[in-house]
């Protein structure tokens, strides 16, 4: 148990299907991130939220919209997608501007399989 | 430019032998940290060891090191005694301080690690 909680850990869905991811945490991180990462990929960042106001977003299809109603809580809702967002999809959260010694710490990701 | 390069797609290492994981680095602040996590095939990412750009001394963590030479931008990560559990995915990674992106995660592309028996 890392702090970071994710679910579902598996996820499997049809192209018209709607789901949501859910991340949690209770270490009093203010900053929370949405990763992607894809078989033989780095993994890319995909929304950042800082006290609970989105800074980032890295370019994402619509088809992906984050959600931020706390500093604990992030969910990312998914609808119409395609199969190759079939990814691993990893939760983070950390202390927001306090230092470049504070890391990341991870949940455990959700694997997402589109059919 | 890639901020983070792992030049090791996939190592191997006999069990009880020490291995030395590559990173490279590029950035023009003067104040970052630099993070390795381990991510076995159940898809967490697990911190392991952390460097910053400040550091005097190689940061250790049990059986991890982290050998940083800060001229050369690197940070590579050596683990002492290889256990089969070690077997994993490994990500270097930077985090800058200057501006207001400092919570910014850049990660490289990983090296697999495999220790045999």
């Known amino acids: 148990e890392t702090g970071v909680t994710q679910t579902p850990r598996h996820l499997v869905m049809g192209m018209t299907n709607k789901k949501s991811l859910k991340c949690e945490q209770h270490?009093?991180?203010?900053?929370m991130y949405w990763y992607k990462q894809s078989a033989k990929k780095p993994l890319e960042l995909m929304f950042v939220?800082?006290?609970?106001?989105?800074?980032e977003n890295n370019s994402v299809p619509s088809r992906f919209s984050p959600e931020c109603p706390n500093s604990s809580h992030l969910f990312l809702h998914l609808h119409t997608l395609q199969p190759e967002d079939s990814a691993l999809y990893l939760c983070a959260s950390s202390h927001a501007r306090q230092g470049v010694n504070y890391g990341y710490t991870f949940g455990s990701g959700t694997r997402l399989t589109v059919v | 430019a890639q901020k983070i390069t792992q030049t090791q797609p996939g190592m191997f290492v006999q069990e009880k032998e020490a291995v030395t994981l590559d990173c490279t680095y590029d950035?023009?602040?003067?104040?970052?940290?630099l993070f390795w996590y381990k991510q076995p095939s159940s898809g967490e990412m697990i911190f392991l060891i952390y460097?910053?750009?400040?550091?005097?001394q190689n940061a250790t963590e049990g059986r991890y090191s982290l050998n940083f030479q800060k001229a050369r931008k690197s940070a590579n990560l050596v683990i002492s005694a290889s256990q089969l559990g070690d077997s994993a995915m490994y990500f270097c990674?930077?985090?800058?301080?200057?501006?207001?992106?400092?919570?910014?995660?850049?990660f490289g592309k990983g090296t697999l690690l495999t220790v045999n028996p």
């Open positions: 460097q910053g750009s400040y550091d005097q």
């Open positions: 990674a930077m985090r800058e301080g200057r501006g207001g992106s400092n919570y910014k995660l850049t």
């Open positions: 950035t023009s602040d003067p104040s970052y940290g």
């Open positions: 939220y800082s006290l609970e106001e989105r800074v």
């Open positions: 270490l009093g991180h203010n900053a």
